[in-house]
């Protein structure tokens, strides 16, 4: 197993909870994700002055690729990155009849993770792809992938890259789980906002934070298409993409 754990990965932001960098990974057949390519968040809505000061000037963010709904995206928009020259990209990760509650607000104590991750996946097959194509541009680099506490829809879109790739199933799911150490912080975010009150307890339902749904996920994703980059392909990413998604981030 790799290193994914390890404090460099973490962006330690004032105002975002949840963020840090895809880099450091291990790769099939040697070398490592490349760090300072992409990243993956909780929301940027409340972000300081500070925040984006790091995250523009310093890390050099040129895209923001947001998997919220497009409703609750206008909502809640991205704060003060909204006075920068970054730019935003709505692609929404759902399940084919998704509502705003079912995907963004479910309160219950129990839920099948890994069911719901691939419904989000059958249902948002342009945005996986889309978001393949833009990582993959150099022109757009530095990258922040996000939706709201930066683990279901935002694990999902990561575990798909990841998998493309060439990173264990043992290391994504090592990566999806770091959420834990931070999410009793995403929690008390989240809820202060409206449209996120209803969540529940860190730990249960939708809140459970750990590799067992991601690693199911990951395992349904090979044995049906052959891993992400075949998934991927399959649903209109070309070859020359693919590669140039791979030489964007393997190091």
């Not at 500070?50 to 947001?66: C, N």
């Not at 929690?187 to 339902?205: C, F, H, T």
């Not at 809140?207 to 992400?228: E, H, K, M």
């Not at 075949?230 to 070859?239: A, K, M, P, V």
Request: one cysteine or more; hydrophobic letters at 45%.
């Amino acid at each position: 197993m790799g290193t994914v754990s390890e404090a460099t990965r973490w962006l330690d932001l004032a105002e975002v909870d949840n963020i840090r960098d895809l880099g450091g990974l291990p790769v099939a057949g040697g070398g490592v994700t490349r760090s300072g390519v992409a990243f993956r968040a909780s929301t940027l809505q409340e972000i300081c002055a500070a925040d984006v000061t790091e995250l523009v000037d310093v890390r050099g963010l040129r895209t923001i690729i947001d998997l919220r709904l497009p409703d609750e995206a206008a909502r809640e928009g991205h704060g003060l990155l909204r006075d920068t020259a970054v730019r935003v990209v709505n692609l929404p990760v759902k399940k084919a009849d998704a509502t705003l509650l079912d995907v963004v607000v479910p309160s219950g104590t129990s839920a099948d993770l890994g069911a719901l991750y691939w419904q989000l996946l059958a249902g948002s097959t342009e945005s996986f792809v889309e978001a393949a194509r833009i990582i993959g541009d150099p022109e757009q680099h530095a990258v922040v992938f996000h939706c709201a506490a930066g683990k279901d829809r935002t694990g999902v879109i990561a575990a798909v890259l990841l998998d493309a790739v060439g990173v264990s199933s043992e290391d994504i799911a090592a990566d999806y789980a770091l959420t834990s150490e931070r999410a009793a912080q995403v929690r008390e975010r989240l809820v202060r906002i409206p449209a996120y009150k209803n969540l529940p307890n860190v730990g249960q339902g939708v809140f459970a934070v750990d590799g067992t749904a991601i690693g199911s996920f990951v395992d349904a994703l090979r044995a049906t298409y052959g891993g992400g980059a075949e998934f991927l392909l399959r649903h209109g990413l070309t070859e020359a993409e693919l590669a140039a998604l791979r030489l964007a981030l393997v190091g």
